[in-house]
């Protein structure tokens, strides 16, 4: 009777324990954030051994770079051809990873594949979430915009020629950071001065990203539930829907006029491209922006996966990076002519 009764206690107490487990996760995003977080930077770093048998020579790197005593530990990394003198057109690029994985060595080949092509690019970075909730990040990279502008000779940077670009959750906050530069009012309403002008940006790389929230949330299954996991760590709310992230992320409804010319490109097996990406060109397109796209039939083979612009392998990610090479050439030497006329 009393290993019964033991035995009971036990059963009883692991069921508790098991409510308590799963009370907790609904409490908190923190372990289903970070299992995210395991799984992304594995295929980061696949994506990354990939493509490196695609990166040239002829690249200077410097890596690690502080951003400032009062950045809190944040670094970026510049890439520049190595016989370059003076400054050069920019990319500045912000990676992805659902706002809670990755880091500038994400982006690392691609930036060095595209500082081949004559250009300065830096890779920024950002505290992830759940550490830091928004608009930490955003305010982060607007102040390391302003740290790059600063001290622009010293890294070779042009700072009326500047292209800001971005994957994934990256893609999302380049646009963010082009909204703030382009929409007063906008940046009256998140609260942050920009760190440029619009006169300063020749354009945004935007590939694979997320641009209406609204959108997001009316996913389903395990895409639907990894974006909420990531929106309710990034917002700091499971109700992140009626919270400031909700309010201003969905940058679709911020463009205006004035935005830089944008270059937009999703895969056609990557779930976001049909709900983000073509609607972020469509209204561009209808604020009078200049648009570049770059997307595929639904039934195009082999399916294209999110970023696929990383898989170097696929002909169409080899289209996508010669593309976005053209688009970085015509928009900086367009916004160099214009410089010289002024």
């Given at each position: 009777?009393?290993?019964?009764?033991v035995?009971?206690?036990?059963?009883?107490?692991?069921?508790?324990?098991?409510?308590?487990?799963?009370?907790?996760?609904?409490?908190?995003?923190w372990?289903?954030?970070?299992?995210?977080?395991?799984?992304?930077?594995?295929?980061?770093?696949?994506?990354?051994a990939?493509?490196?048998?695609?990166v040239?020579?002829?690249?200077?790197?410097?890596?690690?770079?502080?951003?400032?005593?009062?950045?809190?530990?944040l670094?970026?990394?510049?890439?520049?051809?190595?016989?370059?003198?003076?400054?050069?057109?920019?990319?500045?690029?912000?990676?992805g990873?659902?706002?809670?994985?990755?880091?500038?060595?994400?982006?690392?080949?691609?930036?060095?594949?595209?500082?081949?092509?004559?250009?300065?690019?830096?890779?920024?970075?950002?505290?992830?979430?759940?550490?830091?909730?928004?608009?930490?990040?955003?305010?982060?990279?607007?102040?390391?915009?302003?740290?790059?502008v600063?001290?622009?000779?010293?890294?070779?940077?042009?700072?009326?020629?500047?292209?800001?670009?971005?994957?994934?959750?990256?893609?999302q906050?380049?646009?963010?950071?082009?909204?703030?530069?382009?929409?007063?009012?906008?940046?009256?309403?998140?609260g942050?001065?920009?760190?440029?002008?619009?006169?300063?940006?020749?354009?945004?790389?935007?590939?694979?990203?997320?641009?209406?929230?609204?959108?997001?949330?009316?996913?389903?299954?395990?895409?639907?539930?990894?974006?909420?996991?990531?929106?309710?760590?990034?917002?700091?709310?499971?109700?992140?829907s009626?919270?400031?992230?909700?309010?201003?992320?969905?940058?679709?409804?911020?463009?205006?006029?004035?935005f830089?010319?944008?270059?937009?490109?999703?895969?056609?097996?990557?779930?976001?491209?049909?709900?983000?990406?073509?609607?972020?060109?469509?209204?561009?397109?209808?604020?009078?922006?200049?648009?570049?796209?770059?997307?595929?039939?639904?039934?195009?083979?082999?399916?294209?996966?999110?970023?696929?612009?990383?898989?170097?392998?696929?002909?169409?990610?080899?289209?996508?990076?010669?593309?976005?090479?053209?688009?970085?050439?015509?928009?900086?030497?367009?916004?160099?002519?214009?410089?010289?006329?002024?």
């Open positions: 009777m009393r290993a019964r009764r035995l009971a206690s036990l059963v009883v107490g692991l069921g508790v324990l098991a409510l308590g487990a799963v009370a907790a996760l609904r409490a908190t995003p372990p289903s954030a970070l299992l995210i977080r395991r799984v992304f930077t594995k295929g980061a770093r696949e994506t990354v990939e493509m490196l048998p695609f040239p020579g002829g690249v200077t790197a410097r890596t690690g770079v502080p951003v400032g005593p009062a950045a809190g530990g670094t970026f990394d510049v890439f520049r051809p190595s016989d370059a003198e003076g400054a050069l057109p920019t990319v500045v690029w912000v990676h990873g659902a706002w809670l994985s990755g880091s500038s060595w994400d982006v690392e080949p691609y930036l060095r594949i595209l500082a081949a092509e004559g250009f300065t690019t830096v890779g920024l970075n950002y505290t992830l979430a759940p550490e830091a909730a928004y608009p930490t990040a955003i305010r982060q990279l607007n102040d390391a915009l302003a740290h790059l600063a001290h622009a000779d010293e890294y070779g940077i042009d700072p009326s020629r500047i292209v800001l670009a971005g994957d994934s959750a990256g893609a906050l380049a646009s963010q950071l082009a909204v703030l530069a382009t929409n007063a009012e906008y940046a009256d309403l998140v942050i001065a920009p760190a440029v002008g619009g006169d300063q940006l020749a354009g945004v790389v935007l590939n694979c990203g997320v641009y209406d929230l609204d959108a997001l949330a009316d996913l389903t299954g395990l895409l639907g539930w990894g974006f909420k996991t990531a929106m309710w760590a990034y917002a700091g709310t499971k109700d992140w009626d919270s400031p992230a909700g309010r201003t992320m969905s940058t679709l409804e911020f463009v205006t006029a004035d830089p010319p944008a270059y937009v490109s999703g895969g056609n097996g990557d779930g976001l491209t049909a709900t983000q990406s073509v609607p972020l060109a469509a209204a561009l397109r209808a604020a009078g922006v200049d648009v570049t796209e770059l997307f595929w039939p639904v039934d195009h083979e082999p399916a294209l996966p999110h970023e696929y612009q990383f898989h170097l392998r696929f002909p169409e990610a080899r289209e996508a990076l010669s593309a976005t090479v053209a688009f970085l050439r015509e928009r900086t030497s367009q916004a160099d002519t214009a410089n010289d006329a002024a």
